[in-house]
């Protein structure tokens, strides 16, 4: 797999919301000083379907503003394996920043958000259902200044490796059309 590309890393014009890792920090300090609730949360997102959508829109009722620490091409291959991601950082991006409930994205190469959350310093942390509190990356980070972490229930059926399994075999959705 090749390198990623820093040339959406920074501010892109030509996709709002996404940002560098040094632009997310100014704007989440104006952020903070205007009174908003910073939400946070993190992932893939590799083949976005309707979990992950109802799950971001459940995390951003948390609270003003979500930012999405997203996992890199890099990131995500290591993660999820050789095949993985099946749509790039750039694109995975996108899609997310067409939802109403995200604000902003900023892509991440480490294998967690740790150093990202460091910078944002979300009032609110939230992750998925599968995780307990304690597990949480970057949990301490976010109750050293009177954060807490949420955990949002998982949302069972819908799953992008299930459903790149279903690309690939060629199965049909079940009746409810979900994985």
Known sequence: MAPPSDAFRDDDPE?????????????????????????????CFDLVHPGHVLYLAEAAALGDVLVVGLNS?????ALKGPNRPVVDERGRAIVLLGLRSVAFVSVFDEPTPLE?????????????????????VG??????????VRIVPFHPGYSSSFLVRRIREGLAPDAAGQA
């Open 116 to 136: 990202l959350i460091r910078v944002v310093r979300p009032d609110i942390l939230v992750k998925g259902g599968d995780y307990r509190s304690e597990e949480v």
């Open 73 to 77: 091409d890099l990131s995500t291959h």
């Open 15 to 43: 996709i709002t919301g996404l940002v560098s890792r040094a632009r997310l920090g100014e704007i989440c300090t104006d952020l903070r000083r205007a009174g908003k609730r910073i939400v946070f949360t993190n992932g």
């Open 139 to 148: 949990r301490e980070v976010v109750e050293a200044h009177g954060g807490s």
